[in-house]
């Protein structure tokens, strides 16, 4: 099963990590950093040009990738459940 992150972007369920809301999580001066540090090492792709409302961090090809998602953390978490429960 896969998670739609938005635009055409979508991830195998088995590979997330976790998904995070970007506005609580930014309260936190360690996950600016560490989204920082990210992006600069280049592990963030964004899928929208929009403002993302979270964050999903997954594992791709066996290295640790950062999406930044334009649908909330909510919504995705349904999604999840959603799959979780129809298999």
């Known amino acids: 099963m896969f998670l739609h992150l938005g635009e055409n972007v979508v991830v195998p369920i088995k590979d997330i990590i976790g998904i995070f809301d970007m506005e609580t999580s930014m309260d936190s001066s360690d996950t600016r ?11 963030i792709e964004r899928i929208t ?33 959603i799959e979780y429960y129809l298999k």
């Open 33 to 43: 950093q560490f989204l920082r540090m990210a992006e600069e090492d280049g592990f």
């Open 49 to 81: 040009k929009d403002r993302p409302k979270s964050f999903v961090i997954a594992e791709v090809e066996k290295k640790s990738k950062i999406f930044f998602s334009p649908i909330s953390s909510a919504t995705l978490t349904k999604r999840v459940d």
